[in-house]
C-alpha cells in the first residue's frame, strides 16, 4: 500500500504547537527550522495510528518538514508555522470542539518518556545560569549523545555550550534490569530574554520545553526568593521593628531583672566628638540615656572647641545627667588620641567605643550586661549592626561569631566595640595616631589577642548612621590613611602573634586586607586521592597537580578500592612510571564504599606531616594552591584548612559548611557564580568555618593523630564534617583559604544515593553525626547567625 502522509489539526499547549499527522506508515521523522537554524521537534505516535508533532511557540515563522516511510523517507509534507495563525487556529478547533486537535493538546507529558524540567535560573551579570534535569526511563536511545541548547523565540540559539553537572545510568528501583538515565546539566544565555526554549538531542529525539515569560519570571523571583541576602533585602526594616526589636513589655522586664544579674558591671561610653551635628548629637546621646541598664558613664571627648553651640549641648546634657561628662580638649588630636583621652578619663569596669553619629538601642548595655554576667571571664564584646539612612534601618550585619581571621580581612567586630578596661590599662601604651581610621580595628586585635573570652550578641543593637561624610556613606576610600592604618593594625597582630606572614591592603579586594604567608620551610605534603575507577578523571586530576603545582616537596597517594576496569590498573602502572612521587597503595573495604576507612589507610601509608585529602574528581587552578593552603596550616592554632571549590560551570560548590541547626550540615551559598562577592564578602575574604569538605582538606598529622582520625563508623556521610568538629573540640581553627581554588567535578564519579541501602545508610550516619554535636546542631553554630532563615545556605534574612 502507498505511503500516506498529511498534515492536520493545529493546537498550541504548554510553549508548544501541537500538529497532528495523517499517515498510514509505521516510521516518522520530523524537522523544525527558523532563519536557518534547526530547533526542537518532537514526534509521538498516537493510539489511532496518527502522529502528532510539536514544535517550540517562536515569535517567528518556523518551517516544519515531516517524512514517513515504512523503510526509508518516500513520502514528505512541509507546513509553514506563523505564531499568529497557530494561535488562531488552536482558538477556532477549541471553540468548534474538535477532538482531533484538543485531544493532542499536551499529549508530549502522556506519551514521552524523556522527563526535562528547569530548576534554577541564577543571575550572574550580564548572563543567567540555567540549571536543568532529565529523567528518562528507560534510557533513551541516543543518550550518549545527548546535547542540550537553548534558543530565542526568533530561533536563535543563544546559549554558549552546555556543562554537564552528572550523567548517570543507575537500575531502576522498581525494575532492575532496566536502566534509568538522569542528567544535570547547565548553559549561560544572555540575561535579558524574557522567555527562552530548551531542548535536549539525544541523536534521532529531542525533547523541549519553553519558558514562557511568565514561567522565566516566577524561576527568577523564585532565586530571588531563596538567594538574596540579608543586606539586600528590602523587608528587613519591617523584620527589625515588627519581629527582633525589643518590644515595651522588654524594658519592664530588663529593669526588673538588673538587680539580679550576677555581675553588674559599669561601661565607660566613650564619644569623640569633632564638629558633630547637633541632631545626630541629640539623637546620640539620646539613644545612651534610654539604656534599661543604669550602670553607664558617657564621656564625650570634644574635640572642636571652636564650635560653641555644640560646646554647649554638651554642657546642657552634663548638667541634665550626672553620668554623662564633658571631656573637653583643646584641639583635635585626631581620632586615636581623642579616643585616648577617653580611655583616661573613663571609670567603668568596661570601655564601650561609640561613634558621635550613630545609635544605640535602648537594651544594648542590657545584653552586654547578661553576656558578662552568663560569661564572667569575658574580657571582649561586640554586637549585630546595621545602617541608618535618612531614618530607615538598612544592611543588617549579622556577624559570625568571634574569627581573627576574617579580622585580619576587615573590621567585622566594628560595633559597638567593647573591652575589659584592666587589659587596655595594662597595655604597654595606649596606641598613637598612626592608626587613625582603624583605631576600633587596632583595639579589637589588642584585647582579642587577650581576651579569656570574646561574647557576641546576636542581635541588631548599633544603627551605623549613612551620610555624606561618614566612613558608612562613602566606604574606607574615603579615608585613605585608613587604609595603612588598617594595615599597620592587621601587620602588628600577626608580628605580636608570631605569625610569619605580611599585610597586603587592597590585593584582591578593594578596602581589604590580604595575608601573604611568608614560606621558608616546604614540609613534605602527601597529596591523598581515593579511586574506583574511573580512569579518565583521576588522570584528569593528576595531570593537574604535576603541570601546574608549584609546591616543590610533595608526593600523591592514590588509595585504590574496588575497581574493576582493566584501564584503571593500567593507569596505575603508567602514572607510577611517569613519576616517583606517585604510589598506589590498596584499601581493602570489603567491597563496599568507605570514604572514612580508604583515608585512614591512604594517611597511614603516607610519609608526610602535612596530609591533604583530595578527591579524585578534582582539578587544580592555580599553580600557588599548596601554599595558600600550607601558610595558615603551618600555624599553631590551625588544625584544619579546606579552599574554593568550583563545579564545572564555574558556581560554587564549596566556600564552607554550615552546621544547619537541626537538619545537618550544609554547604554555604552553593551554585552562586564565582564572581559573587557573599553577604559582607563572605565568599572572597578566608575566614573560619564550622567545616569544610573532604574533597578538599589539608591538615596536619599529629592533628589526625591527636583526634583519632576519621570515623570509619561514618563510611560515605558526614565524615569529613564530624573530623571538624573534632579538630575545633581539641581547641584548633578550621580555616577556609578563599585565595585560591580547585574545580571539583562532584557527582561525575558516584551515583545519586538512590537505593534503600544508601537511604538506610544516611539516615544511620545522619543519626550519629546529630546525636554527636547535638549541643552545636540545636543552639547554631559560630560562623553562621542564627537570623539567617532556617537551613537556608544564602544568609537570607528569616522573614
Request: hydrophobic content about 40%; some cysteine; aromatic content about 10%.
Given at each position: 500500500?502507498?505511503?500516506t502522509l498529511?498534515?492536520?489539526?493545529?493546537?498550541r499547549?504548554?510553549?508548544?504547537v501541537f500538529?497532528r499527522?495523517?499517515?498510514n506508515?509505521?516510521?516518522?521523522?520530523?524537522?523544525?527550522?527558523?532563519?536557518?537554524?534547526?530547533?526542537?521537534?518532537e514526534?509521538?505516535r498516537l493510539?489511532?495510528?496518527d502522529?502528532v508533532?510539536t514544535v517550540?511557540?517562536?515569535s517567528?515563522?518556523?518551517?516544519?518538514?515531516?517524512?514517513?516511510?515504512e523503510?526509508?523517507?518516500?513520502?514528505h509534507?512541509r507546513?509553514?508555522i506563523?505564531?499568529l495563525?497557530?494561535?488562531?487556529?488552536?482558538?477556532?478547533?477549541?471553540l468548534r470542539?474538535?477532538?482531533?486537535?484538543t485531544?493532542?493538546?499536551?499529549?508530549?507529558a502522556?506519551l514521552s518518556?524523556i522527563?526535562?524540567?528547569a530548576?534554577?535560573i541564577?543571575?550572574d551579570?550580564?548572563?543567567?545560569i540555567?540549571?536543568?534535569t532529565?529523567d528518562?526511563?528507560p534510557?533513551p536511545?541516543?543518550h550518549?549523545q545527548m546535547?542540550?541548547?537553548i534558543?530565542?523565540l526568533?530561533?536563535t540559539?543563544v546559549d554558549?555550550g552546555w556543562i554537564?553537572?552528572?550523567?548517570h545510568?543507575?537500575?531502576d528501583?522498581k525494575?532492575?534490569?532496566e536502566k534509568?538515565?538522569?542528567s544535570?546539566?547547565s548553559?549561560?544565555v544572555?540575561?535579558g530574554l524574557?522567555?527562552?526554549v530548551?531542548?535536549?538531542d539525544?541523536a534521532?529525539q529531542?525533547?523541549f520545553?519553553e519558558?514562557e515569560?511568565?514561567r522565566l519570571?516566577?524561576?527568577?523571583?523564585?532565586w530571588?526568593?531563596?538567594?538574596?541576602?540579608?543586606d539586600?533585602?528590602?523587608?528587613y526594616?519591617?523584620?527589625?521593628l515588627n519581629?527582633?526589636?525589643?518590644?515595651?513589655?522588654?524594658?519592664?522586664?530588663?529593669?526588673?531583672?538588673?538587680?539580679h544579674l550576677?555581675?553588674?558591671?559599669?561601661?565607660s561610653?566613650?564619644?569623640?566628638?569633632?564638629k558633630?551635628?547637633l541632631?545626630?548629637?541629640a539623637?546620640?546621646?539620646?539613644?545612651v540615656?534610654?539604656?534599661?541598664?543604669?550602670?553607664?558613664?558617657?564621656l564625650l571627648?570634644n574635640?572642636?572647641?571652636?564650635?560653641?553651640?555644640?560646646?554647649a549641648?554638651?554642657?546642657?546634657?552634663?548638667?541634665?545627667?550626672k553620668r554623662i561628662?564633658?571631656?573637653p580638649?583643646?584641639?583635635n588630636?585626631g581620632i586615636?588620641e581623642?579616643t585616648?583621652a577617653?580611655i583616661?578619663?573613663?571609670?567603668g569596669d568596661?570601655?564601650?567605643?561609640?561613634?558621635h553619629?550613630?545609635?544605640?538601642?535602648?537594651?544594648?548595655l542590657?545584653?552586654y550586661?547578661?553576656g558578662i554576667?552568663?560569661?564572667?571571664?569575658?574580657d571582649?564584646?561586640?554586637?549585630?549592626?546595621?545602617h541608618?539612612q535618612d531614618?530607615h534601618?538598612i544592611?543588617?550585619?549579622?556577624?559570625?561569631?568571634?574569627?581573627?581571621?576574617l579580622?585580619?580581612?576587615?573590621n567585622?567586630?566594628?560595633?559597638?566595640?567593647?573591652v575589659?578596661?584592666s587589659?587596655?590599662?595594662?597595655?604597654?601604651e595606649?596606641?598613637?595616631k598612626?592608626f587613625?581610621g582603624?583605631?576600633?580595628?587596632?583595639m579589637t586585635?589588642?584585647?582579642?589577642e587577650q581576651?579569656?573570652?570574646v561574647y557576641?550578641?546576636?542581635?541588631v543593637?548599633?544603627?551605623w548612621r549613612?551620610?555624606?561624610?561618614?566612613t558608612a556613606?562613602k566606604g574606607?576610600?574615603?579615608k585613605?590613611y585608613a587604609?595603612?592604618a588598617e594595615?599597620?593594625a592587621?601587620?602588628g597582630h600577626?608580628?605580636r602573634c608570631g605569625i610569619?606572614?605580611k599585610?597586603?591592603m587592597?590585593a584582591?579586594?578593594?578596602?581589604?586586607c590580604?595575608?601573604t604567608?611568608d614560606m621558608?620551610?616546604?614540609?613534605?605534603?602527601?597529596?591523598?586521592?581515593?579511586n574506583?575507577?574511573?580512569?579518565?578523571?583521576l588522570s584528569?586530576?593528576i595531570d593537574s597537580i604535576?603541570?601546574?603545582?608549584?609546591?616543590?616537596?610533595?608526593?600523591?597517594?592514590?588509595?585504590?578500592?574496588?575497581s574493576t576496569?582493566d584501564?584503571t590498573?593500567?593507569?596505575?602502572?603508567?602514572l607510577q612510571?611517569?613519576d616517583r612521587?606517585i604510589?598506589?597503595?590498596?584499601?581493602?573495604t570489603?567491597?563496599?564504599f568507605?570514604f572514612?576507612?580508604?583515608?585512614?589507610d591512604g594517611?597511614?601509608?603516607a610519609r608526610g606531616?602535612?596530609?591533604l585529602m583530595l578527591?579524585?574528581?578534582?582539578e587544580?587552578?592555580d599553580?600557588?594552591?599548596l601554599?595558600h593552603l600550607?601558610g595558615p596550616c603551618?600555624?599553631?592554632d590551625?588544625?584544619?584548612?579546606?579552599?574554593?571549590?568550583l563545579y564545572?560551570?564555574?558556581t560554587?560548590q564549596?566556600?564552607g559548611?554550615?552546621?544547619?541547626r537541626?537538619f545537618?550540615?550544609f554547604h554555604?551559598?552553593?551554585?552562586?557564580?564565582?564572581?559573587?562577592?557573599g553577604?559582607y564578602?563572605?565568599?572572597?575574604?578566608?575566614?573560619?568555618?564550622?567545616a569544610?569538605t573532604?574533597?578538599?582538606l589539608?591538615?596536619?598529622r599529629?592533628?589526625?593523630?591527636?583526634v583519632?582520625?576519621?570515623?570509619e563508623?561514618l563510611?560515605?556521610?558526614y565524615n569529613?564534617?564530624?573530623?571538624?568538629?573534632?579538630v575545633?573540640q581539641?581547641?584548633?581553627a578550621?580555616l577556609?583559604q578563599?585565595?585560591?581554588r580547585?574545580?571539583?567535578?562532584?557527582?561525575v564519579t558516584?551515583?545519586p544515593?538512590t537505593?534503600r541501602?544508601n537511604?538506610?545508610s544516611?539516615g544511620?550516619?545522619?543519626?550519629?553525626f546529630?546525636?554527636?554535636w547535638?549541643?552545636?546542631v540545636t543552639?547554631?553554630?559560630?560562623y553562621y547567625?542564627?537570623?539567617?532563615?532556617?537551613w537556608n545556605?544564602?544568609?537570607?534574612?528569616?522573614v
Open positions: 500500500m502507498p505511503t498529511t498534515l492536520g489539526e493545529i493546537t499547549g504548554s510553549g508548544k500538529v499527522v495523517h499517515t506508515a509505521n516510521r516518522l521523522w520530523a524537522s523544525s527550522s527558523a532563519g536557518g537554524n534547526d530547533l526542537p521537534c514526534a509521538f493510539d489511532d495510528g502522529w508533532v517550540p511557540v517562536l517567528v515563522t518556523q518551517r516544519l518538514d515531516v517524512w514517513a516511510g523503510q526509508d523517507a518516500d513520502k509534507a507546513m509553514r506563523n505564531p495563525a497557530a494561535r488562531v487556529q488552536s482558538t477556532a478547533n477549541t470542539k474538535n477532538e482531533a486537535a485531544g493532542i493538546r499536551n499529549i508530549d502522556e518518556s522527563s526535562l524540567e530548576k534554577s541564577v543571575p551579570g550580564d548572563q543567567i540555567v540549571t536543568c532529565v528518562a526511563f534510557k536511545v541516543g550518549e546535547s542540550p541548547a534558543f530565542a526568533d530561533g540559539r554558549d554537564d553537572l552528572g550523567t545510568l543507575r537500575p528501583a525494575y532492575p534490569s534509568r538515565f538522569s544535570t546539566f548553559l549561560r544572555p540575561a524574557d522567555a527562552l530548551i531542548g535536549v539525544f534521532d529531542w525533547r520545553i519558558l515569560p511568565w519570571a516566577q524561576l527568577r523571583d523564585q530571588a526568593q531563596l538567594a538574596t541576602p540579608a539586600r533585602d528590602v523587608r526594616e519591617d523584620w527589625f519581629r527582633h526589636r525589643m518590644r515595651k513589655n522588654d524594658r519592664i522586664l530588663q529593669e526588673r531583672a538588673v538587680p550576677a555581675e553588674q558591671p559599669t561601661f561610653i566613650i564619644v569623640p566628638l569633632f558633630t551635628p541632631d545626630f548629637f539623637e546620640m546621646v539620646d539613644s540615656v534610654a539604656q534599661t541598664y543604669p550602670n553607664w558613664e558617657l571627648v574635640a572642636s572647641p571652636e564650635d560653641g553651640a555644640l560646646h549641648a554638651v554642657e546642657q546634657r552634663c548638667a541634665a545627667d561628662r564633658h571631656i580638649l583643646d584641639g588630636y586615636t581623642n585616648n577617653g583616661r578619663a573613663a571609670t568596661f570601655l564601650s567605643f561609640f561613634d553619629d550613630d545609635v544605640l538601642e535602648p537594651d544594648i542590657y545584653w550586661a547578661k554576667s552568663d560569661y564572667p571571664t569575658t571582649l564584646l561586640y554586637c549585630d549592626e546595621d541608618l531614618g534601618y544592611v543588617p550585619f549579622l556577624k559570625p561569631d568571634w574569627d581573627p581571621d579580622l585580619c580581612s576587615e567585622y567586630v566594628c560595633h559597638m566595640l567593647t575589659r578596661k587589659l587596655v590599662d595594662a597595655l604597654p595606649l596606641p598613637d598612626r587613625d582603624s583605631q576600633d580595628h587596632n586585635f589588642l584585647v582579642g581576651a579569656r573570652n557576641h550578641v546576636r542581635r543593637l548599633y544603627h549613612i551620610h555624606e561624610n561618614s556613606g574606607v576610600s574615603q585613605s587604609l595603612e594595615r599597620l592587621v601587620q600577626l608580628d610569619p606572614a599585610a597586603v587592597e584582591r579586594v578593594p578596602g581589604r590580604e595575608v604567608y621558608h620551610e616546604f614540609p613534605l605534603v602527601s597529596i591523598v586521592i581515593p574506583k575507577d574511573a580512569p579518565e578523571v584528569t586530576c604535576l603541570e601546574l603545582t608549584t609546591w616543590p616537596l610533595y608526593e600523591i597517594v592514590v588509595v585504590e578500592n574496588n576496569q584501564d590498573f593500567a593507569l596505575y602502572e603508567r612510571a611517569r612521587r604510589r598506589v597503595i590498596t584499601s581493602n570489603g567491597g563496599v568507605n572514612s576507612k580508604v583515608i585512614n594517611f597511614a601509608a606531616e602535612y596530609l578527591n579524585n574528581d578534582t587544580v587552578i599553580a600557588d594552591w601554599q600550607m603551618m600555624r599553631e590551625v588544625g584544619a584548612v579546606g579552599c574554593k571549590l564545572a560551570n564555574d560554587f564549596h566556600v559548611v554550615a552546621l544547619g537541626g545537618g550540615p554555604v551559598d552553593v551554585s552562586l557564580p564565582e564572581g559573587t562577592w553577604y564578602e563572605t565568599d572572597l575574604l578566608s575566614h573560619r568555618a564550622s569544610v573532604g574533597a578538599c589539608l591538615t596536619k599529629s592533628v589526625f593523630d591527636e583519632g582520625g576519621l570515623d563508623t563510611s560515605v556521610n569529613d564534617i564530624d573530623y571538624c568538629m573534632k575545633q581539641a581547641g584548633l578550621v577556609l578563599l585565595d585560591t580547585l574545580r571539583h567535578y562532584e557527582s558516584r551515583s544515593s537505593s541501602a537511604a538506610i544516611f544511620r550516619e545522619h543519626g550519629i546529630l546525636g554527636r547535638q549541643r552545636h543552639l547554631g553554630e559560630h547567625s542564627k537570623l539567617f532563615r532556617f545556605p544564602y544568609h537570607t534574612l528569616d
